[in-house]
């Protein structure tokens, strides 16, 4: 029973601590998943608002989290890393998750691209030691 205890500790204390190296990296954040002895715990469905975006606009990402179960959980950490061609990894703070599960991250506008360009947006939902990971690519005209 008390190794039980160390190991959920350790658990709890490692699992934020390499997912913010990773998230600094330069690397996608699925590279950051726990071993693969650990399945995600957590579900999360990721999308942005554009698939297709002019960068005269902002680009918004939402996020909801729910338990293995399906209920939508509340008060979770969501954290993005946004990949662009020729560009460093961006790191994205969503919203804590609300009542319904949901949260937001709003995109920083840059500049155009000279080309249409596929960006990739990769989050990680924390909650304890449970996490969930998504993945999801837009596309940048210029």
Not at 38 to 65: I, S
Not at 108 to 130: C, G, I, K, W, Y
Request: net charge negative; proline share 8%; glycine share 6%.
């Amino acid at each position: 029973m008390l190794m039980r205890f160390v190991r959920l500790a350790a658990c709890s204390w490692l699992l934020p601590g390499a997912v913010t190296l990773a998230l600094a990296g330069c690397g996608l954040v699925a590279t950051a998943q726990p071993p693969a002895t650990a399945a995600p715990a957590l579900k999360l469905t990721l999308w942005v608002e554009w698939p297709v975006l002019r960068t005269d606009r902002p680009q918004v990402a939402h996020a909801v989290v729910a338990s293995a179960q399906g209920e939508r959980l509340r008060g979770v950490t969501v954290q993005g890393q946004l990949t662009r061609p020729g560009a460093d990894p961006l790191l994205l703070m969503f919203s804590v998750t609300d009542a319904d599960g949901y949260a937001t991250a709003v995109f920083p506008m840059f500049e155009p691209p000279a080309a249409s360009e596929t960006h990739r947006l990769v989050a990680q939902a924390a909650m304890n030691a449970d996490y969930g990971v998504a993945m999801i690519e837009y596309e940048v005209q210029p």
